[in-house]
């Protein structure tokens, strides 16, 4: 199995302020990543290094054997959460239609149809394809997150990150969404952060803490809320209710 992303000993600075210090990542193609992390300890810094959008002032970044840079159009992003105006009249389909825009080959998009099979194939893979001409805006929460994931997938990526893709959705939504990961783990890369310990329980085969350093969480059969505030460095080991002065890392 080769690597998908590789990164070498990367720190990222904003300033004077380090965001991510002296990083080292092996994440293999296929492999479903969970990352987990407290707020601001740099989970979507780290995104941000994947995607070619910050440059580490030390250390090295690769995505599929290139720079991130050059591997942007292999992969697809999944943000917490889309700003839109509700008033702006688009429909599921031609939302998801947005993730044919720069994607590498312009050949594949040339023909009207080829890009609706796709469009129709990334809608089904979620289940929204019965809803392509709904209004985007009338949609649930759960439902339009699944339409953002589907316009990740429209370009067929070979890396997919997704960034807390369950939030502010309601169980059955999440469980959804889950399935969906589910579905595509094996077929591409995906790095999924959550703070959830419900979501992460359904991956626990690759755990990343991330706090400002990163560590690989040892293997474990369960993540409930105790652990996952220790492995995220908002309590300590002993799960007392003491303020852990400094942050623990996993």
């Not at 002296?22 to 479903?32: A, E, F, K, S, W």
């Not at 939030?167 to 783990?185: P, T």
Request: proline share 6%.
């Amino acid at each position: 199995m080769s690597t998908a992303i590789h990164i070498d000993r990367a720190t990222v600075n904003y300033g004077s302020f380090c965001a991510l210090e002296n990083v080292t990542m092996q994440i293999r193609q296929g492999q479903l990543v969970t990352i987990v992390g407290p707020n601001g300890g740099g989970k979507s810094t780290l995104f941000k290094l994947i995607l070619g959008l910050v440059r580490p002032v030390t250390g090295s970044v690769q995505v599929l054997g290139m720079p991130p840079g050059d591997a942007r159009l292999s992969m697809g992003y999944v943000p917490q959460s889309s700003l839109f105006d509700p008033l702006f009249p688009v429909h599921v389909f031609d939302v998801a239609r947005m993730g044919c825009l720069g994607a590498g080959n312009p050949g594949p998009f040339r023909k009207r149809k080829e890009t609706r099979e796709r469009v129709m194939n990334a809608l089904e893979a979620v289940g929204l394809d019965g809803l392509a001409n709904r209004w985007f805006s009338s949609l649930s929460g759960g439902q339009r997150q699944r339409t953002l994931i589907a316009r990740a997938l429209v370009s067929q990526p070979e890396v997919l990150l997704l960034d807390e893709p369950t939030s502010n959705v309601d169980i059955a939504a999440e469980d959804m969404i889950l399935d969906i990961l589910d579905k595509l783990k094996g077929k591409m890369t995906i790095l999924l952060v959550t703070h959830y310990p419900q979501v992460a329980m359904r991956f626990l085969d690759h755990v990343y803490c991330v706090n400002r350093t990163v560590h690989i969480h040892p293997p474990t059969q369960r993540m409930d809320e105790t652990l996952m505030r220790h492995i995220t460095g908002m309590s300590p080991p002993n799960g007392s209710t003491e303020d852990a002065g400094g942050q623990n890392h996993a």
